[in-house]
């Protein structure tokens, strides 16, 4: 079973190998780096891009042109984003820079209130962010709003680990954190989506996000204590960063997309799956787990679903199958396609009978969300953790446009899908049963609250 910090390092550990390796892959093919600050375009340009986009998001995207049919405040919320996105156009009233104006329509973009709807500059700019420019060197943990250093990676070591940040070159904490959330998009109103893309970023800031200085005047609080204290850090080359990373977690690889424990003498089996990714051959893998568990007779199981960023239906389908006692329906009858999804599915043998725990985190989205609204509705287990990023509803059906000056790429959505559910709001994820968010100590001690807590509900222990 991996340690709570090896996943915890795993997803930003990853993040930062997938850009590296976009980056030789751009060298590879001889793209030139490009400074995003060095590129600018007038008013005008960036006016027809930003017209551009809304018009094609005020065409297409469902979640502009979808129509209300009960509830009337979905309507209102849906014009008052239209208004809100069209005051926007007031703003463009000067020059900006490449990155300026992809901050702009980024925060533009997060009003729509949908995680599927992403933007992308060319591989030459993100080169051009890597080579040209320095970042801020500390791996950062968020928890509401509050950032905690996890680990310093800077030449002058001066942030023990686990303080919590209170300024960085004189902004407060408190405002950076709401700016990193007004670039995210996520599904309706769901913070915890957002602070879980935060705690993704292999280091602390977004690129780009307070500019890139060369240096960083930070002031912080020591564990246990209320003083301030202020150090300077001296911003490192991103691949710098990343290589010191690799040279204090030597040990870190890619994580498994699906592992199967069983604890305490078979007194429970644990199913962890970070991903719905139909390519893994999931449904042998799925059948041999409760095969197993079949056998030796157990009777407590615990799905993990945190950090799970969705993936194909059908394999979250596959593992309802096997916690379900009766037929269900997936999906609601008016998604596109996935039409046996919409039919009455039968559970499937081995079935598991016994107690189910479904541990979740703002991590969990899209097709997550779908699973943790089935096992909610059906009363399959109790959820514990935090709200997930997903819920019952997401968009799908992807399109694509370049606008035509700054060429920034966005995918959008075309559909939406539900589950066949009621009783849930859209713009919120999946509440658990029990909260529990791991703290700051939490992570560096490798100490995992939400496992810790079901071992101990488990084993009958009292659990105030």
């Given at each position: 079973?991996?340690?709570f910090?090896?996943?915890?390092?795993?997803?930003?550990?990853?993040?930062g190998?997938?850009?590296?390796?976009?980056i030789f892959a751009?060298c590879e093919?001889?793209?030139?780096?490009?400074?995003p600050?060095?590129?600018?375009?007038?008013?005008?340009n960036?006016?027809?891009?930003?017209n551009?986009?809304?018009?094609?998001?005020k065409?297409?995207?469902?979640?502009?042109?979808r129509?209300s049919t009960?509830?009337?405040?979905?309507?209102r919320?849906?014009?008052?984003?239209?208004?809100?996105?069209?005051?926007?156009?007031q703003?463009?009233n000067?020059?900006?820079?490449?990155?300026?104006f992809?901050?702009?329509i980024?925060?533009?973009?997060?009003?729509?209130?949908?995680g599927?709807?992403?933007?992308?500059i060319g591989?030459?700019?993100?080169k051009?962010?890597?080579?040209y420019k320095k970042h801020?060197?500390?791996q950062v943990?968020?928890?509401?709003?509050?950032?905690y250093a996890?680990?310093?990676?800077?030449?002058?070591?001066?942030?023990p680990?686990g303080?919590?940040?209170?300024?960085?070159?004189?902004?407060?904490?408190?405002?950076?954190i709401?700016?990193?959330?007004?670039?995210?998009?996520?599904?309706?109103?769901n913070?915890q989506?957002?602070?879980?893309?935060m705690n993704r970023l292999p280091f602390?800031?977004?690129?780009?996000s307070?500019a890139?200085?060369?240096?960083?005047?930070?002031?912080?609080?020591?564990?246990?204590?209320?003083?301030?204290s202020?150090?300077?850090?001296?911003?490192l080359p991103?691949?710098?960063?990343?290589?010191?990373?690799?040279?204090?977690h030597?040990?870190?690889?890619?994580?498994?997309?699906?592992?199967?424990?069983i604890?305490?003498?078979s007194?429970?089996?644990?199913?962890?799956?970070?991903?719905f990714?139909s390519?893994y051959?999931?449904k042998?893998?799925?059948?041999?787990?409760?095969?197993?568990?079949?056998?030796?007779?157990?009777?407590?199981?615990?799905?993990d679903?945190r950090?799970?960023d969705?993936?194909?239906?059908y394999?979250?389908?596959?593992?309802?199958?096997h916690i379900?006692d009766?037929?269900?329906?997936?999906?609601?009858?008016?998604?596109y396609?996935?039409?046996?999804?919409k039919?009455?599915?039968?559970p499937?043998?081995?079935n598991?009978?016994g107690?189910?725990y479904?541990?979740?985190?703002?991590?969990?989205?899209s097709?997550t969300?779908?699973?943790?609204?089935?096992?909610?509705?059906?009363?399959l287990?109790v959820?514990?953790?935090?709200?997930?990023?997903?819920?019952y509803?997401c968009?799908?059906?992807?399109?694509?446009?370049?606008?035509?000056?700054?060429?920034?790429?966005?995918?959008?959505p075309?559909?939406?899908?539900?589950t066949a559910?009621?009783?849930?709001?859209e713009?919120?994820g999946?509440?658990?049963?029990?909260?529990?968010?791991?703290?700051?100590?939490?992570?560096?001690?490798?100490?995992d609250p939400?496992?810790d807590?079901?071992?101990?509900r488990?084993?009958?222990?009292?659990?105030?």
């Amino acid at each position: 079973m991996y340690s709570f910090m090896s996943r915890f390092r795993h997803t930003t550990v990853i993040v930062g190998l997938l850009i590296a390796a976009i980056i030789f892959a751009s060298c590879e093919k001889e793209v030139i780096a490009v400074d995003p600050e060095e590129i600018s375009f007038t008013s005008e340009n960036l006016a027809e891009d930003y017209n551009y986009f809304l018009a094609t998001m005020k065409k297409y995207h469902p979640n502009l042109t979808r129509e209300s049919t009960s509830l009337e405040p979905h309507t209102r919320r849906m014009y008052n984003t239209i208004y809100r996105l069209d005051s926007q156009t007031q703003q463009i009233n000067r020059s900006m820079s490449l990155l300026e104006f992809y901050t702009f329509i980024r925060q533009a973009s997060a009003l729509i209130q949908c995680g599927h709807t992403r933007l992308w500059i060319g591989s030459e700019f993100w080169k051009g962010i890597k080579q040209y420019k320095k970042h801020f060197p500390l791996q950062v943990y968020y928890r509401d709003y509050k950032a905690y250093a996890l680990e310093d990676f800077s030449n002058e070591q001066a942030i023990p680990a686990g303080s919590e940040i209170v300024t960085i070159n004189g902004q407060q904490m408190l405002f950076l954190i709401e700016h990193f959330r007004s670039i995210i998009g996520a599904d309706g109103v769901n913070v915890q989506y957002k602070t879980a893309e935060m705690n993704r970023l292999p280091f602390g800031l977004f690129p780009g996000s307070i500019a890139f200085p060369q240096s960083y005047e930070v002031s912080y609080i020591i564990p246990g204590d209320s003083i301030e204290s202020m150090t300077h850090i001296s911003a490192l080359p991103y691949m710098e960063i990343l290589r010191r990373q690799k040279e204090v977690h030597p040990q870190d690889s890619p994580w498994p997309p699906y592992v199967f424990d069983i604890i305490d003498d078979s007194v429970a089996a644990i199913i962890t799956i970070p991903d719905f990714v139909s390519a893994y051959d999931y449904k042998n893998k799925i059948a041999e787990s409760f095969e197993i568990i079949r056998d030796k007779g157990i009777s407590h199981l615990i799905i993990d679903v945190r950090g799970n960023d969705g993936g194909d239906p059908y394999v979250a389908a596959e593992l309802l199958n096997h916690i379900i006692d009766s037929a269900y329906i997936y999906f609601s009858h008016n998604v596109y396609g996935y039409g046996d999804l919409k039919d009455r599915i039968e559970p499937e043998s081995p079935n598991f009978n016994g107690d189910l725990y479904v541990l979740a985190d703002g991590g969990g989205f899209s097709t997550t969300g779908h699973f943790l609204s089935l096992i909610r509705y059906y009363d399959l287990g109790v959820i514990i953790g935090d709200t997930s990023g997903g819920s019952y509803i997401c968009n799908g059906c992807y399109d694509e446009i370049t606008l035509p000056h700054t060429k920034i790429s966005v995918m959008y959505p075309r559909c939406r899908y539900a589950t066949a559910v009621t009783g849930f709001d859209e713009f919120r994820g999946i509440a658990p049963d029990t909260i529990i968010k791991p703290t700051i100590g939490d992570i560096i001690n490798d100490r995992d609250p939400v496992m810790d807590y079901v071992l101990e509900r488990i084993n009958g222990k009292d659990i105030q």
